[in-house]
Antibody, heavy 120, light 107 residues
Framework: EVQLLESGGALVQPGGSLRLSCAAS????????MSWVRQAPGKGLEWVSS????????YYLDSVKGRLTISRDNSKNTLYLQMNSLRAEDTAVYYC?????????????WGQGTLVTVSS | EIVLTQSPATLSLSPGERATLSCRAS??????LAWYHQKPGQAPRLLIY???NRATGIPARFSGSGSGTDFTLTISSLEPEDLAVYYC?????????FGGGTKVEIK
């Protein structure tokens, strides 16, 4: 059974930093692209970032480029999102999600999410 | 960026009725469209991918159709547990984008 378990969400001040983690199990982690998708309170879904199976290629939403960094440790089956220079508009539940297969961004498994609140 | 527009915003139907949800893309995305639903307090779940393929474990009452810019998710006979917000999502080009959602209410 696929499991994705996010952690690291917290209340942080504007301009602050945070690192989210997503521990994966139940599938061959190093063969699939992984992604972060967020959901602001009461709002819809917004894709944030994706990283290739090897970790060498990354993709970002324009509004987070230069502030959020996706990475992965395939030896630990863990996905990360380093969040710097946080803004109020980054407040959201952050989900990690896996691609179904190599065809592209079909998110077939999601974690339960971790809440990031940016406020003074 | 490809914009996905979902309609209606809210759909209120009785159990057993047919639900038809629409998703329109701002430019052609071929068949690279997926549907998810998100029940209250839960993470999203994949229902349909590549416009018409049901994901593993999804009941046959859910079906998807369309290509190009116009897509439809149909729930043939609504069940009480189908109460959720339904999102479409395109993977034709970066950035991946989602529609704003359709809330399905059960009368």
């Amino acid at each position: 059974e696929v499991q994705l378990l996010e952690s690291g969400g917290a209340l942080v001040q504007p301009g602050g930093s945070l690192r989210l983690s997503c521990a994966a199990s139940g599938f061959t982690f190093n063969t699939l692209v992984m992604s972060w998708v967020r959901q602001a309170p009461g709002k819809g879904l917004e894709w944030v970032s994706s990283i290739s199976d090897s970790g060498t290629t990354t993709y970002y939403l324009d509004s987070v480029k230069g502030r959020l960094t996706i990475s992965r440790d395939n030896s630990k089956n863990t996905l990360y999102l380093q969040m710097n220079s946080l803004r109020a508009e980054d407040t959201a539940v952050y989900y990690c999600a896996k691609w179904k297969d190599r065809r592209g961004s079909i998110f077939d498994s999601w974690g339960q999410g971790t809440l990031v609140t940016v406020s003074s | 960026e490809i914009v996905l527009t979902q309609s209606p915003a809210t759909l209120s139907l009785s159990p057993g009725e047919r639900a038809t949800l629409s998703c329109r893309a701002s430019q052609s995305i071929g068949s690279y469209l997926a549907w998810y639903h998100q029940k209250p307090g839960q993470a999203p779940r994949l229902l349909i991918y590549d416009a018409s393929n049901r994901a593993t474990g999804i009941p046959a009452r859910f079906s998807g159709s369309g290509s190009g810019t116009d897509f439809t998710l149909t729930i043939s006979s609504l069940e009480p547990e189908d109460l959720a917000v339904y999102y479409c999502q395109q993977r034709n080009s970066w950035p991946v984008t989602f529609g704003g959602g359709t809330k399905v209410e059960i009368k």
